[in-house]
């Protein structure tokens, strides 16, 4: 099994700035891609970035573009997602997710083990 517990989150004014940590425990052997997901209230989960262990090969949604960058900490085996320009169409709860096979993808059922969640407020 896997654990995976984010911290980072919080409120933010429009324009602001955070960074998200996933911290990965238990057996990550098989955990190759790492990604992000958000769900706004009211709203359906939705994918926000990815990361492949093995080459730092990555995807991002539209919307965050330019603004949110994915990384990783071999050594921690920890996840980073840095939000940048942020506005209240962030607000969400982020949700760090692993996926145990090899390729990226955008779908949130293709990932085996996910966090609680971090709650991400961006005031206007």
């Known amino acids: 099994q896997v654990q995976l517990v984010e911290s980072g989150g919080g409120l933010v004014q429009a324009g602001g700035s955070l960074r998200l940590s996933c911290a990965a425990s238990?057996?990550?052997?098989?955990?190759?891609?790492m990604g992000w997901f958000r769900q706004p209230p009211g709203k359906e989960r939705e994918f926000v970035a990815a990361?492949?262990?093995?080459?730092?090969?990555?995807r991002y949604a539209d919307s965050v573009k330019g603004r949110f960058t994915i990384s990783r900490d071999t050594a921690k085996n920890t996840v980073y997602l840095q939000m940048n320009s942020l506005n209240p169409e962030d607000t969400a709860v982020y949700y760090c997710?692993?996926?145990?096979?090899?390729?990226?993808?955008?779908?949130?059922?293709?990932?085996?083990?996910w966090g609680r969640g971090t709650q991400v407020t961006v005031s206007s």
């Open positions: 997710a692993t996926r145990t096979r090899n390729r990226l993808s955008l779908l949130a059922t293709d990932y085996d083990y």
């Open positions: 238990g057996r990550t052997l098989g955990s190759l891609v």
């Open positions: 990361i492949t262990w093995s080459n730092w090969s990555t």
